[in-house]
């Protein structure tokens, strides 16, 4: 089973600010089949990114997917306020299926 | 638009089982894989079970194999989970996701529901 660790857990930043959200895997994520999830408070998750960096659709520019292998990285350019909530990776390509623990981006 | 309505949960002693179900509309739901997913209270998220587009292809968690079940009956399309042997473990938010892909893997989950709510005590 892949585990995916995400760092930090919690990350206190202003609007305005650049978001840097790690997501790291006990071995190499096959065909980069990594995804990116955000979920505010009472509300189902909605996927963000696929593919490693691929943005799905709706979803603004502000938000960048990158990595390969075990390392993968969310990047949120200027933080809005709708941006604060919990991050969950996820790798979609070998079995079972796996999240990480999630990381809340709170206000500062 | 694509719905997905999720019904079935409660309260249930432990042991017990469940039936959730699933209601998808405004998808063509034969094309594509769909899983469930849950959520312990205060928790991260955790893949329960997936199920590929025409169910030859199935896969569960290791912390529920050989107690949970997935279908689905794309007739009705719906999809189901049957929980037997249900523990305190188990409570969680159950939520209905639809895959990307007609097979389970090389595909995320692109719309989810409101989830149902499943909670295992005495």
């Known amino acids: 089973e892949i585990v995916l660790t995400q760092s930090p857990g919690t990350l206190s930043l202003s609007p305005g600010e650049r978001a840097t959200l790690s997501c790291r895997a006990s071995?190499?994520?096959?065909?980069?089949?990594l995804a990116w999830y955000q979920q505010k408070p009472g509300q189902a998750p909605r996927l963000l990114m696929y593919g490693a960096s691929s943005r799905a659709t709706g979803i603004p520019d502000r938000f960048s997917g990158s990595g390969s292998g075990t390392d993968f990285t969310l990047t949120i350019s200027r933080l809005e306020p709708e941006d604060f909530a919990v991050y969950h990776c996820q790798q979609y390509g070998s079995s079972p299926i796996t999240f990480g623990q999630g990381t809340r981006l709170e206000i500062k | 638009e694509v719905q997905l309505v999720e019904s079935g949960g409660g309260l249930v002693q432990p042991g017990r089982s469940l039936r959730l179900s699933c209601a998808a509309s405004?998808?063509?739901?034969?094309?594509?894989?769909m899983h469930w997913v849950r959520q312990a209270p205060g928790k991260g998220l955790e893949w329960v079970s997936g199920i590929s587009w025409n169910s030859g292809s199935i896969g569960y968690a290791d912390s529920v194999k050989g107690r949970f079940t997935i279908s689905r009956d794309n007739a009705k399309n719906s999809l189901y989970l049957q929980m037997n042997s249900l523990r305190a473990e188990d409570t969680a938010l159950y939520y209905c996701?639809?895959?990307?892909?007609?097979?389970?893997?090389?595909?995320?989950?692109?719309?989810w529901g409101q989830g149902t709510l499943v909670t295992v005590s005495s």
């Open positions: 071995q190499s994520v096959s065909s980069s089949y």
């Open positions: 996701a639809k895959g990307s892909h007609y097979d389970i893997l090389t595909g995320y989950c692109n719309y």
């Open positions: 405004g998808f063509i739901v034969d094309d594509y894989a």
